[in-house]
């Protein structure tokens, strides 16, 4: 079982484990709110609501109290100087210092898949890659934000360190990066999937000084759009 595979088993078990309902209910709260957030449902700077949350969500306020900490501990709510809570409208400086810890992160990552990685890993990653471009073709951005999280997942996964996995998860769930994808040219898509490519050879290489190479150039390309566009 990928490492991918084993964090999602779980997070299905401990939502299964008896005596643990409130945490339970909390981790569902977190969970939505959270895909809510890196969606663009819940839009930057825009208030968030306890009592508000709980009604849209059907759950009591303690569920949905813990959940808001958790969010707020992890950046993606700010608390206001008055009080109250607000979903996170990054500044320019606090993108680069995402960007920095992910390029750490992920380089780590992508040199230990290179030596764990299966072959059924890479070919998963591989498909991934192939659908990207064909929706690129059809500028499906919707499509390409799914398979490109995939895409990712796949082989950042194959590090074999679940716990190292999932911080990446963390660092790269942002709404920024959904939201820069939209505003790509043409040009920027090539460079993506060109980047995508050797990233995905230099693994099928198992080539840990290739692959590491690739990655950090993709960070540096992301950030650099980022901060361009955003």
């Not at 991918?4 to 005596?19: F, K, T």
């Not at 500028?139 to 999932?166: K, T």
Request: a positive charge; glycine letters at 4%.
């Amino acid at each position: 079982m990928s490492a991918l595979n084993r964090a999602r088993s779980s997070i299905r078990y401990s939502l299964l484990v008896p005596g643990k309902h409130r945490g339970n209910r909390a981790d569902e709260a977190f969970d939505k709110l959270r895909q809510a957030i890196v969606t663009g449902e819940l839009r930057p700077n825009q208030r968030v609501v306890e009592s508000e949350i709980g009604k849209r969500l059907k759950m009591s306020r303690t569920p949905v109290r813990e959940a808001l900490k958790r969010l707020e501990v992890k950046g993606y709510l700010s608390m206001l100087p008055t009080g109250g809570l607000i979903v996170t409208d990054h500044l320019p400086s606090q993108i680069r210092s995402l960007y920095e810890i992910r390029e750490a992160l992920e380089t780590m990552a992508i040199k230990l898949a290179c030596q764990r990685a299966t072959e059924e890993q890479i070919a998963r990653a591989e498909k991934c890659h192939i659908r990207s471009l064909e929706v690129i073709r059809n500028r499906d951005v919707d499509q390409f934000i799914e398979l490109n999280s995939a895409f990712h997942a796949e082989l950042l996964a194959a590090c074999g360190n679940e716990q190292l996995w999932l911080l990446i998860q963390t660092f790269r769930d942002q709404y920024f990066d959904r939201r820069i994808v939209r505003v790509f040219t043409a040009r920027d898509w090539r460079l993506m999937m060109t980047q995508h490519g050797q990233i995905l050879e230099a693994v099928r290489q198992r080539n840990a000084r290739l692959a590491e190479k690739a990655v950090r150039q993709h960070v540096k390309t992301a950030v650099r759009l980022a901060l361009e566009r955003l």
